[in-house]
């Protein structure tokens, strides 16, 4: 056991904090579960678990052999995964999978394995790295608006563009958090706010475009509209649905909650061991569990800032920051939709939710992180070691060496 530890580079408590995320989603996924398991199979949620464990295997496997590369080889495997990630993107809206009549092309299916990917959610970690690639390149230079639009926003906009058709959460966070990783990087905040408008404007022309010739994008700005106005209208409506069980799980846990495996709720929300899973930890731990779960996100966001700061290289500290802030973002957009301070975004909890990819995207991204704090403390034990070396005397040297 513990060669296995000493094997484990890198923040402990990022380690810790992440195993206990992954270990306590043991209890709300099999009692969230339930639901599917009556729906769609014999009643028995054993299965659901025994996948669950297996994404989560997969996934630390994953963390574990991502901390292990010196994250300075992220930088050039930036530039080689981003055109095979765009090539993934556009294979997945080309598909244009239909489910249930609604266009929902957001993932494909991993030949002879049977398992689905979300080519989105890798795509976003890959132009986080790349972002934090030409920003480092940049830090001693004046940025100017001209020279950053090929090599910089041609790429950002391309992914972007491949992803909103199926995934406008998705695309809304990955460019809020380009936006807030160039404010980190020192780009100009008057280029930003350009930036900004130009969006808003391709936004606009493309739910345009979407509404003029319908048969393009069957039901997804139409989606997108109605969630809005759901969130923003005080009548209750079919759509609000799920907000609406997810508030009254939320209002029976009280203080201590239900009790585990006593949830009501999770026989009426259609996504309650994915996108609705906090309702149901709220539910049934009650608010201990609720501020438990949300106290493990702050740590780790603690950690995540600690490890950026201590990092000896630009490219460091904005891959850190880069990787390490969406997990958060998307953790406090889950709890906030869960208690309706968003509208419903379709958006996971980390480590925590049902859901291959979201978990092997999240654990690939601690594993940069874990890597950036492991080349930090091996040069902290190098210079411990040079200092020591400097402090011995010379006869107890050479008397040692007689």
Same mark, same amino acid.
Request: glycine share 8%; charged share 15%.
């Given at each position: 056991?513990?060669?296995?530890?000493?094997?484990?580079?890198?923040?402990?408590?990022?380690?810790?904090?992440?195993?206990?995320?992954?270990?306590?989603?043991?209890?709300?996924?099999?009692?969230?579960?339930?639901?599917?398991?009556?729906?769609?199979?014999?009643?028995?949620?054993?299965?659901?678990?025994?996948?669950?464990?297996?994404?989560?295997?997969?996934?630390?496997?994953?963390?574990?052999?991502?901390?292990?590369?010196?994250?300075?080889?992220?930088?050039?495997?930036?530039?080689?995964?981003?055109?095979?990630?765009?090539?993934?993107?556009?294979?997945?809206?080309?598909?244009?999978?239909?489910?249930?009549?609604?266009?929902?092309?957001?993932?494909?299916?991993?030949?002879?394995?049977?398992?689905?990917?979300?080519?989105?959610?890798?795509?976003?970690?890959? %132009?986080? /790295?790349? $972002? *934090?690639?030409? #920003?480092?390149?940049? !830090?001693?230079?004046? =940025? @100017?608006? &001209?020279?950053?639009?090929?090599?910089?926003?041609?790429?950002?906009?391309?992914?972007?563009?491949?992803?909103?058709?199926?995934?406008?959460?998705?695309?809304?966070?990955?460019?809020?958090?380009?936006?807030?990783?160039?404010?980190?990087?020192?780009?100009?905040?008057?280029? %930003?706010? /350009?930036? $900004? *408008?130009?969006? #808003?404007?391709?936004? !606009?022309?493309?739910? =345009? @475009?979407? &509404?003029?010739?319908?048969?393009?994008?069957?039901?997804?700005?139409?989606?997108?509209?109605?969630?809005?106005?759901?969130?923003?209208?005080?009548?209750?409506?079919?759509?609000?649905?799920?907000?609406?069980?997810?508030?009254?799980?939320?209002?029976?846990?009280?203080?201590?909650?239900?009790?585990?495996?006593?949830?009501?709720?999770?026989?009426?929300?259609?996504?309650?061991?994915?996108?609705?899973?906090?309702?149901?930890?709220?539910?049934?731990?009650?608010?201990?569990?609720?501020?438990?779960?949300?106290?493990?996100?702050?740590?780790?966001?603690?950690?995540?800032?600690?490890?950026?700061?201590?990092?000896?290289?630009?490219?460091?500290?904005?891959?850190?920051?880069?990787?390490?802030?969406?997990?958060?973002?998307?953790?406090?957009?889950?709890?906030?939709?869960?208690?309706?301070?968003?509208?419903?975004?379709?958006?996971?909890?980390?480590?925590?939710?049902?859901?291959?990819?979201?978990?092997?995207?999240?654990?690939?991204?601690?594993?940069?992180?874990?890597?950036?704090?492991?080349?930090?403390?091996?040069?902290?034990?190098?210079?411990?070691?040079?200092?020591?070396?400097?402090?011995?005397?010379?006869?107890?040297?050479?008397?040692?060496?007689?």
């Amino acid at each position: 056991m513990s060669n296995i530890f000493s094997n484990l580079k890198g923040d402990k408590v990022i380690w810790a904090t992440a195993a206990l995320l992954a270990i306590f989603s043991f209890l709300p996924v099999y009692s969230s579960s339930s639901n599917l398991a009556y729906l769609y199979g014999d009643g028995s949620t054993f299965q659901y678990v025994v996948v669950h464990f297996f994404h989560l295997l997969l996934g630390f496997c994953l963390l574990f052999a991502v901390h292990k590369i010196p994250y300075h080889y992220f930088r050039g495997l930036s530039i080689l995964f981003l055109p095979v990630v765009i090539v993934l993107l556009i294979y997945t809206v080309a598909q244009g999978t239909m489910i249930d009549g609604a266009y929902a092309s957001r993932w494909i299916q991993i030949p002879g394995l049977g398992v689905s990917f979300q080519s989105s959610t890798l795509a976003s970690v890959v %132009l986080m /790295i790349y $972002v *934090a690639r030409y #920003l480092s390149k940049k !830090t001693n230079e004046n =940025l @100017t608006f &001209k020279e950053s639009i090929l090599p910089l926003w041609l790429p950002v906009g391309v992914v972007l563009s491949l992803i909103l058709p199926a995934n406008f959460s998705t695309t809304a966070i990955v460019f809020a958090m380009v936006l807030v990783l160039m404010f980190l990087g020192g780009y100009p905040i008057k280029y %930003l706010g /350009i930036i $900004v *408008a130009a969006g #808003l404007i391709l936004l !606009t022309m493309f739910i =345009l @475009t979407a &509404k003029a010739f319908p048969g393009l994008l069957p039901n997804r700005v139409d989606t997108w509209a109605s969630r809005i106005e759901s969130f923003s209208n005080d009548e209750d409506t079919e759509a609000d649905y799920q907000i609406e069980k997810a508030k009254i799980a939320i209002a029976t846990g009280g203080v201590a909650g239900t009790g585990i495996g006593k949830s009501v709720q999770r026989n009426f929300l259609p996504q309650s061991s994915s996108d609705f899973i906090y309702a149901i930890i709220v539910e049934e731990m009650g608010l201990i569990g609720a501020f438990g779960v949300m106290l493990a996100y702050l740590l780790l966001l603690f950690r995540i800032v600690i490890v950026a700061t201590k990092s000896n290289t630009v490219f460091g500290k904005l891959l850190v920051m880069g990787v390490g802030l969406p997990i958060i973002f998307q953790a406090l957009i889950n709890m906030g939709v869960a208690v309706e301070l968003f509208p419903v975004t379709g958006q996971t909890l980390p480590l925590i939710s049902s859901g291959g990819t979201s978990i092997w995207m999240t654990c690939m991204a601690l594993g940069i992180i874990l890597s950036v704090s492991a080349k930090r403390e091996e040069m902290k034990e190098r210079e411990e070691a040079e200092k020591e070396l400097d402090n011995e005397n010379p006869l107890d040297i050479l008397s040692e060496a007689i």
